[in-house]
């Protein structure tokens, strides 16, 4: 099992820019593939970004695609979510997450969650 700490959030303009940061603890970091979500008020959590355990694949939500870049650098145990050019549509508490396997889209397919930090976009 891994345990996850994210970190980052705040409070950002419209058109601004955040990184948040997860950092991971246990065992086999790099074996996992990790995954960032994100709930509103009022609004059931979503899936925002995922990336492969190797780095090499990434996926995203249509409404941060172009937007948003996940990444992992596995020698720091840290996975990143550059969030760029923000909406206050993108206000929400981000989540990150850690599961075995491949292409992995549902809450249920991860099994480790982190405490969530927040964001909040002001228009």
């Known amino acids: 099992q891994v345990q996850l700490a994210e970190s980052g959030g705040g409070l950002v303009q419209a058109g601004g820019s955040l990184r948040l940061s997860c950092a991971a603890s246990?065992?086999?970091?790099?074996?996992?593939?990790m995954g960032w979500f994100r709930q509103a008020p009022g609004k059931e959590r979503e899936f925002v970004a995922r990336i492969s355990w190797n780095g090499d694949s990434t996926y995203y939500a249509d409404s941060v695609k172009g937007r948003f870049t996940i990444s992992r650098p596995n020698a720091k145990n840290t996975v990143y979510l550059q969030m760029n050019s923000l909406k206050a549509e993108d206000t929400a508490v981000y989540y990150c997450a850690a599961g075995r396997g491949w292409f992995l889209l549902r809450e249920g397919d991860f099994g480790s969650w982190g405490q969530g930090t927040q964001v909040t976009v002001s228009s």
């Open positions: 246990g065992r086999a970091f790099s074996s996992y593939t």
